[in-house]
T-cell receptor, first 116, second 118 residues
């Protein structure tokens, strides 16, 4: 079965640079979530989109922005990168239309961002 | 207040034994879902099992079962017949709101690192 696809899997950026992460949700899933997981920490919710509209916002820095496109893929744009932005970034997707398993949120493999 | 609490930072279990990972939660919403995820050292977040607040029976998925005690607000994960490949970080998470027609986020606990030994 198709899973959530994230790219790139790894990237290294210098301070003050910009990075863009891409996410392709599971087909027919209408909701996309972005999470940030720092070293040794639990995932922290950044932002979510439902049917291409922002549906919820968490602890996302103002330097970060995200959007969901007409084909449902999503991009997380991170500017003026700081050392503290080094983390594993997850994209996840779910469908609000299914009733079983509580609209389980499925995660991609994550994108490892290192800021040097 | 912490919505999801996992009090065991680390656990050891011998191969073929069963192990219980604890999770308590806090919510005033009558509708919610509880999830367990496994995160191996490679980093991916793997869905294991789900329990809805209105589910009458405890969820089971293969070797995984969820011991759901609603009055105690606990949702412990039981792994039977542990395998070396079960060594990983395990996260309990909660989604508040009804099961359908909602796009609410997951809130995670701090995780329990499980080590399976020979």
């Amino acid at each position: 079965a198709a899973g959530v696809i994230q790219s790139p899997r790894h990237l290294i950026k210098e301070k003050r640079e910009t990075a863009t992460l891409k996410c392709y949700p599971i087909p027919r899933h209408d909701t996309v979530y972005w999470y940030q997981q720092g070293p040794g920490q639990d995932p922290q919710f950044l932002i979510s989109f439902y049917e291409k509209m922002q549906s919820d916002k968490g602890s996302i820095p103002d330097r970060f922005s995200a959007q969901q496109f007409s084909d449902y893929h999503s991009e997380l744009n991170m500017s003026s990168l700081e050392l503290g932005d080094s983390a594993l970034y997850f994209c996840a997707s779910s469908s609000t239309r299914t009733g079983s398993s509580g609209n389980t949120i499925y995660f991609g493999e994550g994108s490892w961002l290192t800021v040097v | 207040a912490q919505k999801i609490t996992q009090t065991q930072p680390g656990m050891f279990v011998q191969e073929k034994e069963a192990v219980t990972l604890d999770c308590t939660y806090d919510t005033s919403d009558p509708s919610y879902g509880l999830f367990w995820y496994k995160q191996p050292s490679s980093g991916e977040m793997i869905f294991l099992i789900y329990q809805g607040s209105y589910d009458q029976q405890n969820a089971t998925e293969g070797r995984y079962s969820l011991n759901f005690q609603k009055a105690r607000k606990s949702a412990n994960l039981v792994i039977s017949a542990s395998q070396l490949g079960d060594s990983a970080m395990y996260f309990c998470a909660m989604r508040e709101g009804p099961n359908t027609g909602t796009a609410s986020k997951l809130t995670f606990g701090t995780g329990t690192r499980l080590q399976v030994t020979l």
